[in-house]
C-alpha cells in the first residue's frame, strides 16, 4: 500500500506493508507504522488525515515508493500518478482502493515495551511510529 499525507498542497507518499485493520474504541480503525526517519513522517504528524491507497499488481509502484526519497526525488511524477486532494487528505487517481483516515493516535515504539526477545535481535533498535486512525471514508474503483 501507499501511505500519503498532505500539508496543505504539498505532500509525499511511500509504499508500506507493516499495519492492520480492525475495530477500536467502537470505531472501524487501522494501525500503521512508519520509521522516525521518513520524509513522510513529518507531513503524518502535521496533518490530521492520511490515506492507504492500493494498486493490485503495479508492482513498480511500490518499489519506486518504496526505495527512493520524497525529499530529493518526485516520487509521484516518476510512477505517473495522479494526485487528488478531497478535503484534507490526498490519493491518487490510479488507486483501485483507498482508505481514508482521521488520526486518533500516535506513539512511539520503544524497546522497553518489547517482551518476545527475537524481535529486540531482528529489528537493532529501529521501532517506529505507530499511527492508528479511524476510516472515515472508502473508495473503491470499479
Not at 509521484?76 to 478531497?86: A, M, R, S
Not at 529486540?120 to 473508495?139: A, M, P
Amino acid at each position: 500500500m501507499l501511505v500519503t499525507a498532505a500539508d496543505g498542497e504539498k505532500f509525499n507518499t511511500m509504499t508500506a506493508s507493516w499495519g492492520f485493520a480492525g475495530f477500536m474504541w467502537r470505531k472501524p480503525v487501522v494501525n500503521i507504522v512508519i520509521r522516525p526517519q521518513r520524509y513522510t513522517r513529518e507531513f503524518l504528524d502535521s496533518n490530521e488525515y492520511f490515506t492507504l491507497s492500493f494498486y493490485g499488481e503495479n508492482k513498480s509502484i511500490h518499489s519506486v515508493c518504496g526505495s527512493k526519497s520524497g525529499r530529493e526525488v518526485n516520487k509521484v511524477k516518476e510512477c505517473g500518478l495522479t494526485p487528488i486532494f478531497d478535503n484534507n487528505s490526498v490519493y491518487f487517481d490510479e488507486a483501485r482502493l483507498v482508505i481514508v483516515c482521521k488520526k486518533m493516535y500516535v506513539q512511539q515504539m520503544s524497546e522497553d515495551c518489547v517482551i518476545d526477545e527475537s524481535i529486540k535481535q531482528n529489528y537493532n533498535n529501529d521501532y517506529h511510529i505507530s499511527y492508528i486512525g479511524e476510516i472515515t471514508d472508502i473508495l473503491v474503483k470499479e
